[in-house]
């Protein structure tokens, strides 16, 4: 695999500094005291390049070819030869990655992509993007956040997600919560259909937030199976990258949101972490902080992100870039004007400041995603 | 639960970004679109005080009262309350946190402590330090592993530890070389019972490197407990720390070593992560880059590391500092006047380095840590 590192050094300086970089993420000892012939040539990282960076001075991009051997076949394992040790060194970024086909192979990679999310909310065959929510705050009884569902369902949402703070605490305990919010999108589902108005073939989805060790996952996972929940939302960092591929990419069945959580490590490019590896882990969409809200991306950072998580990756679909962190309806169109109608909007606290008049202004986010192919030029 | 955070603000505007991260780190929406009127008493999180920060100018440390009902009982959840998406905001860090005595009782906490991984090396009732060392490089088969831990186990080293990046590749997969490597150490163990020299007590450990999902870790702990392996490494940042609590933790069954990869956060204080966070979450030692190695850590932040792994927490035992990262046998004197007996030195590449007298320098390491405690004037 051919792995960029952006290093702060000093140019007299980067020679030996690669080369260290190169042992400390490959065999971890002087090169001297190797003795195994074989280990010298099929496992010892090498330096394939060294350029100034674009930008500030006194960065170098340094390029190492990091043997395949040294990952096996594990995404945990992936993470570890990335970025383990080199975590720990604060003049240290990883920023972009290539991998061998065998590799991009194995890596489970999306099992819907964008394609998936549009079937699974009945636009199938369209090119139209997707309005996302958050059921919020925490601390509300499975009942308020039922109530709260049923009212962004009928007003047409996509999906509609657990606040990722909500987990499996006691004032709304997964085992109580998730049956009750499904049956409330369900009941939502039925009165749309029910009705003959544009919503009438819409199907919105709920995504819980999955998390805990195997345990807990796995006994969330049935209730997600049981209930027939449509989606899932996950944080990749804090359940961990081997529980996320092997355990929720392998038998969720229904598209998977990522979330940043605890991602935020500032030297793992963004783009890289949230959307191709993220992606190459199982996520079929990935939400992000956009620029303008809570956070502080840069816009050209923001953009960098959905580039990754729609760019061509070997056989893996697509996914949907979810911009968020603080978004509101009045920015739907500018918005759909960054990413284009392979996205997902995510608009959250923004919906509830409205008050009595939350319930319109859900239909509206909705309406105004999902008829952007006709009223916005892309 | 309260937790200190240092946010980089200007002075008049740090009460409004104190409580902004307030409800980041809670209910996470405008608080003024929270209708129940219980979530505003008793899950919004609170800013209890805001003070100048020591060092550098322009940052305040901020402490905020989040409420352990945000949590429940899962370690991921506390990770995620505590850093999920300010993870995401480079202006903040986290640096130190204090439970309430009811999370600190369902931490599961080490199980083994210092006093657990002195009676596994047969010094029980003894004060003194433990050496540790690392097998590598990855790439060689367990043939040689073996090969190398039996001259490490005949040395005296007490914990003989996969090098972390060794995990279930194809060159030596964990089948394979767990079982090789601990019947090598059992062999040296029974060869040092047979003579009667200072070693005959000794007891040298195995700690092999546990990696992967539930399914790959569940495989994993059949073989160490089959294989009678005497303690284990784990990275909780690449597996997970959900995982490592409610898998690793509660089936090891053996003495647990932390390994920092991926933990470089740079914006989680080290002392609070690899110190006390790891410590409540299972580790019985925790590994750290030391001064003066490959590392940049300053010797204060080395030294604060160890100050939070054995400090009074609850009723949890205190967990060995494991300072490392280029380490050498040359500094076993520097480092035990800066740790203390309380500590496990490990030494990895140095010895390797030795060539043809690494069998010696080995025996010189384990022995100068082992009888320190009458030759070092502590």
Chains 1, 2 share one sequence.
Not at 154 to 181: C, E, L, S, T, Y
Request: with cysteine; glycine share 10%; hydrophobic share 45%.
């Amino acid at each position: 695999m051919s792995v960029r590192y952006r290093v702060r050094c000093a140019a007299d300086a980067i020679a030996a500094r690669a080369q260290a970089l190169a042992i400390e993420q490959s065999i971890e000892m002087p090169l001297d005291a190797v003795r195994d012939a074989r280990v010298r040539t099929d496992f010892v990282g090498e330096v394939r390049s060294i350029e100034v960076s674009p930008g500030p001075a006194g960065r170098f991009d340094v390029v190492l070819a990091l043997a395949a051997g040294t990952v096996g076949d594990e995404a945990g394992q992936l993470m570890n030869m990335l970025f383990g040790n080199c975590s720990l060194q604060p003049d240290v970024e990883l920023i972009d990655l290539e991998l061998p086909d065998a590799m991009l192979q194995w890596l489970p990679g999306p099992r819907f992509g964008i394609d998936g999310w549009r079937a699974a909310v009945g636009a199938a065959g369209t090119r139209r993007p997707l309005s996302c929510t958050a059921l919020k705050p925490q601390g509300l009884p499975p009942q308020a956040l039922a109530e709260l569902a049923y009212t962004f369902a009928r007003a047409g949402i996509d999906v509609i997600k657990d606040d990722h703070g909500i987990a499996d605490q006691p004032a709304a305990p997964f085992a109580q919560r998730v049956p009750a919010v499904q049956r409330a999108i369900d009941r939502a589902n039925r009165d749309k259909a029910a009705g003959d108005g544009e919503l009438a073939g819409h199907r919105s989805l709920y995504a819980p937030s999955l998390s805990g060790g195997p345990r807990r996952l796995g006994a969330q996972l049935h209730i997600v199976r049981d209930e027939g929940v449509g989606a899932a939302l996950v944080c990749p960092m804090i359940v961990g990258v081997p529980g996320f591929v092997e355990l929720v990419r392998a038998e969720a069945g229904v598209p998977l949101l990522a979330h940043p959580a605890l991602a935020g490590h500032a030297r793992i490019g963004e783009p890289l972490l949230l959307g191709r590896l993220f992606r190459l882990f199982g996520a079929d969409a990935t939400i992000f902080p956009n620029w303008g809200g809570r956070f502080s991306h840069p816009r050209a950072l923001c953009l960098a992100i959905a580039d990754f998580a729609r760019a061509p990756l070997g056989a893996h679909a697509p996914i949907l870039p979810v911009p968020a962190g603080g978004m509101s309806v009045a920015r739907v169109g500018e918005m759909l004007d960054d990413y284009g109608p392979d996205t997902m909007l995510l608009v959250g606290g923004n919906l509830l400041a409205a008050g009595d008049a939350m319930p319109a202004r859900a239909a509206e986010f909705a309406a105004r995603v999902a008829r952007s192919v006709e009223t916005h030029d892309f």
